[in-house]
């Protein structure tokens, strides 16, 4: 593990507290004095860009070692979405083009920066190359990836201020019944649910919510990106709570899973 992070170099190292022969702790005691730049962010009890932590949750036990997470819970509706494509799209191409536009990735998980114009499954199903892009240089008018869709919106990467303070941990999945292709709305549950790891809700996962989605003032402010500005003034905090993910190197360390690894925002 040692050796791996030394090779890699990466921005955040997940670990199991308890492994064979060095526990995640004595680990990350290591790796810290080989790789002093690593930053702990979503673990509470550290240091972090902002210096020693303030304000950590009581009992001690929780604040040391630790994260915060949120549960998200939204409801999709298939069939108004389809209709939707049909109605701005004439051909299925069209349509995949539009929802892809409105993400900002194809259904491979091709981004649309690396594949403008049609699906690039090999660039989808490629970890190391399908989050390997910017905004500011290869795509500073959303001509590619239009500058409100969701992937730009809830991470705006270079163009964001302040973006080692937005970085969150998340994991997704979808609930309900499939609607088969073609079928009408059936009026039935179904979405997505997704857990948000960080170590404060406030500048990650709520400042994603309510400024990089929700306020208009963010919006307004993505014109400024061609100019060289930023995508938003992301150093505020919100009018009500805050935070979001940036691109993020992760090294994860202990059980293994056997997902392949989905593209991040």
């Known amino acids: 593990m040692l050796e791996e992070s030394i090779r890699l170099r990466p921005d955040v190292i997940v670990a199991d507290v308890s492994m064979p022969l060095l526990n995640g702790l004595d680990s990350a005691r290591r790796i810290r004095e080989q790789t002093p730049n690593v930053k ?39 069939g108004a979405f389809r209709d939707f494509l049909k109605e701005h799209g004439k051909t299925p191409e069209e349509q ?34 399908h989050n390997d892009f910017n905004y500011k240089q290869q795509d500073p008018f959303g001509y590619a990836v239009p500058l409100g869709s969701h992937i730009r919106r809830m991470n705006p990467r270079d163009t964001g201020a302040n973006m080692n303070r937005r970085r969150m941990i998340r994991r997704g999945a979808t609930y309900g019944p499939y609607l088969p292709e073609g079928a009408p709305e059936d009026s039935k549950e179904r979405g997505i649910a ?50 979001a993910a940036a691109t993020t190197s992760v090294l994860a360390i202990g059980r293994r899973s056997r997902r392949r690894a989905k593209p991040s925002i």
């Open 40 to 78: 702990f962010v979503f673990i509470l009890g550290y240091p972090d860009e902002d210096g020693p932590p303030l304000r950590l949750p009581h009992p001690e036990l929780l604040s040391r070692n630790g994260s915060f997470m949120a549960y998200r819970r939204l409801e999709e509706h298939v």
């Open 194 to 243: 997704a857990f948000v790891i960080c170590a404060s809700l406030i500048r990650q996962f709520e400042f994603a919510q309510n400024v990089w989605a929700n306020d208009r003032n963010t919006s307004d402010a993505q014109g400024a990106i061609g100019g060289g500005g930023g995508f938003a003034d992301s150093s505020r905090q919100p009018a009500n709570l805050t935070p």
């Open 96 to 129: 995949e083009l539009v929802a892809a536009k409105l993400m900002g990735r194809w259904r491979s998980g091709a981004p649309l920066v690396l594949a403008p114009d049609k699906d690039d499954p090999e660039l989808g199903a490629d970890p190391q190359r």
